[in-house]
C-alpha cells in the first residue's frame, strides 16, 4: 500500500470526525486494520493541513494530548480550534476527554 493512499484513508476517517468530538491517531490506525500504524497517521495529520476539509485539530494522542499542535500555523491554533467546537483545553489536555471522544468504525476490507 503506498503512502498517498494510506493518507487518502486516514483523511477519509478523519472527515468522520463529528463537531465538538475528537479521536486519536491510534483509533484511526485501528479503524483502518493497521492497529501498530498511529505513527503513521499522525504523519498523515500532519500533511493534511492545505486540505481545508480535513479537521485535523480533532485528532489528537490516546491521552487527549494536543501532541499535533506545533502543526499548526500560530501557537494556539489547534487549542482555539477545538475551543470553538465547545471542547475545554487546559495546558494541552483535553478536559472531559472520554465525553468528548469518537471512535471510528472498524472497516474490514
Known sequence: MSNDNFFERVYAIA????????????????????AR????????MNAS???????????????GLLTGKLHFDGTNLMQQLLENE?????DNQIMD???????????IE
Open 15 to 34: 472527515r468522520q470526525i463529528p463537531y465538538g468530538k475528537v479521536t486519536s491517531y491510534g483509533a484511526i490506525a485501528k479503524a483502518l486494520g493497521t
Open 37 to 44: 500504524s498511529a505513527r503513521m497517521v499522525g504523519w498523515a
Open 49 to 63: 493541513h492545505n486540505l481545508e476539509d480535513v479537521p485535523a485539530h480533532r485528532v489528537v494522542n490516546r491521552k
Open 86 to 90: 465547545g471542547i475545554t483545553v487546559i
Open 97 to 107: 476527554f472520554e465525553k468528548h471522544f469518537w471512535q471510528p468504525e472498524v472497516r
